[in-house]
């Protein structure tokens, strides 16, 4: 069973930065594909990044690609989200997850985290 705990939310300006952390434990953090989905109010969850165990591997949502990078730390059991040229409608709680299959597919992650609120002010 791997446990996953999200930090690094919080409030920021529209082009401002946030990285995000997800602190893996109770498992092999290097054996599980990793994604970051967010849903904000009334809204599906959406896919955000995953990456399988190397960063060789790494694939965006039309939204935030070419503005976030996912990146990990096996060594460390922590997974990361940078995001830059943050926008109101990045406004959401942001998941982490991980799973066997790296996928697009919130279905296919079998360990999700509590969340961390992401807030982009205008």
């Known amino acids: 069973q791997v446990q996953l705990v999200e930090s690094g939310g919080g409030l920021v300006q529209t082009g401002g930065s946030l990285r995000l952390s997800c602190a893996a434990s109770?498992?092999?953090?290097?054996?599980?594909?990793m994604g970051w989905f967010r849903q904000a109010p009334g809204k599906e969850r959406e896919f955000v990044a995953s990456?399988?165990?190397?960063?060789?591997?790494?694939y965006y949502g039309d939204s935030v690609k070419g503005r976030f990078t996912i990146s990990r730390d096996n060594a460390k059991n922590t997974g990361y989200l940078e995001m830059d040229s943050l926008k109101p409608e990045d406004t959401a709680v942001y998941y982490c997850?991980?799973?066997?299959?790296?996928?697009?597919?919130?279905?296919?992650?079998?360990?999700w985290g509590q969340g961390t609120q992401v807030t982009v002010s205008s």
């Open positions: 109770g498992g092999t953090f290097s054996s599980y594909a």
């Open positions: 990456m399988y165990w190397s960063s060789d591997s790494t």
């Open positions: 997850a991980a799973g066997y299959v790296q996928s697009a597919r919130a279905t296919h992650y079998r360990y």
